[in-house]
């Protein structure tokens, strides 16, 4: 991918003919997980995340390109906090699209659609990014320590959704 580039973010509502790549994205990324089941499953999990409310799914793209996504959804896998809510959940950035500022835009998109929809606060967890998610004003509620340990991050939506 050349630099400099256009990012666009679509709702999936608005482009669903992508949602089997967005799919296709999580279960590489995910597949494993016991809970979702096959990949057919994973893309049902997904066409259901096309809403604009939440659930919703916001994807980047770039020359008409889908590059990325991020999904926003009740609940997630860590019932901790099974009370709070909304979370993000599977955002993912292609391969060759990673550290263009692509998540953190996304990120941000989805930030900025929730502090519209009415909420305040906004959860995640993840195994494999809590520094990029603390970098972008995510805040630390609760860790499992070592390695590949899920983290559990929140952050205070706002009217600018600052990252």
Same mark, same amino acid.
């Given at each position: 991918m050349?630099?400099?580039f256009t990012l666009t973010i679509r709702s999936l509502d608005e482009c669903p003919e992508v949602a089997a790549i967005v799919s296709a994205w999580h279960w590489n990324a !995910?597949?494993?997980n016991e809970k979702v089941g096959t990949e057919?499953? !994973?893309l049902t999990v997904v066409q259901a995340r096309a809403g604009s409310d939440v659930p919703f799914t916001l994807v980047g793209f770039v020359d008409d390109e889908p590059v990325g996504a991020v999904s926003v959804c009740w609940d997630d896998l860590d019932h901790r906090f099974e009370d709070e809510g909304p979370w993000v959940s599977g955002m993912v950035?292609?391969?060759n699209a990673r550290n263009l500022g692509i998540g953190r835009s996304l990120l941000t998109a989805a930030e900025r659609r929730c502090h519209t929809l009415?909420?305040?606060q906004l959860w995640l967890h993840t195994s494999e990014a809590k520094r990029f998610y603390e970098r972008c004003g995510w805040r630390l509620e609760a860790d499992k320590p070592g390695i590949g340990r899920d983290a559990v991050l929140?952050?205070?939506l706002t009217s600018s959704a600052e990252s």
């Open positions: 050349s630099s400099p !995910w597949g494993h057919q499953d !994973w950035v292609r391969s009415g909420h305040g929140s952050k205070q």
